[in-house]
């Protein structure tokens, strides 16, 4: 589409996409203000899932790098990348390939990587090979390398609860008071129901007592398919600690995260301590085709700036609790009372800015 404008007594042709001049009412020419800026592009945004597949997706943060680890069940993977953005053209290295047989070669599910003490660890669930998934307890290896990509990974054992050597799966780290605990999911010796339990650690690959639990299934959202409550995860924010949880059977769409808030002073083994959130705090959204979300770590962006989210969903209904999750990320605000506001999973393929930094 084209006009003419008046200008000087002659006209002019100027097309009017490119928006460059226009008419006043005494036919001369002036400048139309700045155009708005152009949607982000393909050069500053990603897309939702970042891998075709990667369930249980964790990541660590150190020396401005990313180590990404996801549930393989055969071997335990490495991805180390300085922008998370780019996580799906970056190449994994196996840290870990369990023995043949015995009661860590199979199943290995769940693993998390963390600094301690001047060496690494990496924290996984495992058990016998094969389809007998009632055996799985949870592990711990040690790497004495400044990067967990390299070096010699050592088995340091079975990291258990003294006179509780019960089903134990999705180990996670929490610091407070000076003090080092282990959170995970299991049994109580007595039902399959899955709860959440505490202990605290003298070193990084021992339990010492007291076995304590701090959650269980109790709302009709932690109840789909069965009980269940598993990986969870911790956040820091002000005064505040947040223990979130994942809900339900992972193999059911209503998969979804529970929290428990406790102040950052308290003493993280009485129960008394935490409060339990009523509603879940991150849940399905089938227009976004995100369904069975859960199983999510946290991390910040690269300037420190953006608090971000790590989560695997499935893009279709009923998909069940195999291969098909696939891990995501977005970014996460705070609400006026210092609690995370996780929003709703965004649209799969949907063009998302990379966190701030990248």
């Not at 700045?34 to 075709?52: D, R, S, V």
């Not at 094969?130 to 079975?158: F, Y």
């Not at 420190?304 to 069940?320: D, K, R, T, V």
Request: with cysteine.
């Amino acid at each position: 589409m084209s006009y003419y404008c008046k200008l000087n007594g002659k006209y002019l042709l100027a097309v009017a996409l490119l928006g460059l001049l226009s008419c006043q009412d005494g036919g001369e020419p002036s400048v139309t203000p700045t155009p708005p800026a152009p949607p982000p592009t393909a050069g500053t945004t990603f897309t939702n899932p970042l891998l075709a597949s990667g369930p249980d997706p964790w990541v660590y943060q150190k020396d401005g790098f990313y180590y990404y680890m996801h549930t393989t069940n055969t071997n335990l993977r490495i991805w180390k990348t300085a922008r998370m953005s780019d996580l799906g053209s970056t190449s994994s290295v196996v840290a870990w390939t369990p023995p043949i047989a015995g009661n860590a070669s199979g199943n290995l599910w769940a693993p998390e990587l963390y600094f301690l003490d001047g060496k690494w660890y990496i924290y996984y669930s495992a058990g016998p090979a094969g389809s007998d998934l009632g055996r799985q307890r949870t592990w711990v290896l040690e790497n004495s390398s400044a990067d967990p990509t390299t070096g010699v990974w050592v088995d340091k054992g079975q990291l258990v609860s003294p006179g509780a050597d019960f089903w134990a799966i999705d180990g996670t780290v929490l610091e407070q008071n000076n003090k080092r605990y282990f959170i995970w999911s299991g049994h109580n010796g007595l039902d399959a129901v899955q709860r959440l339990y505490i202990s605290q650690m003298s070193n990084p690959w021992t339990l010492t007592g007291p076995r304590v639990e701090l959650s269980h299934p109790e709302y009709t959202w932690e109840v789909s398919g069965f009980g269940v409550n598993e990986g969870p995860e911790i956040l820091k924010h002000g005064t505040k600690t947040f223990l979130v949880y994942s809900a339900s059977f992972c193999g059911t769409d209503q998969y979804a995260l529970g929290m428990l808030t406790a102040s950052s002073t308290a003493d993280p083994l009485l129960p008394a301590s935490w409060a339990k959130s009523a509603q879940p705090v991150f849940s399905q959204s089938p227009a976004n085709r995100a369904y069975a979300t859960g199983h999510n770590s946290f991390f910040t962006s690269k300037d420190g700036q953006e608090n971000w989210i790590l989560y695997h969903a499935n893009s279709n209904p009923n998909e069940g609790c195999v291969e098909k999750r696939n891990p995501r990320m977005q970014k996460f605000t705070w609400n006026a009372d210092g609690t995370p506001n996780f929003g709703v999973p965004a649209a799969i393929n949907a063009r998302l800015t990379k966190p701030s930094g990248e």
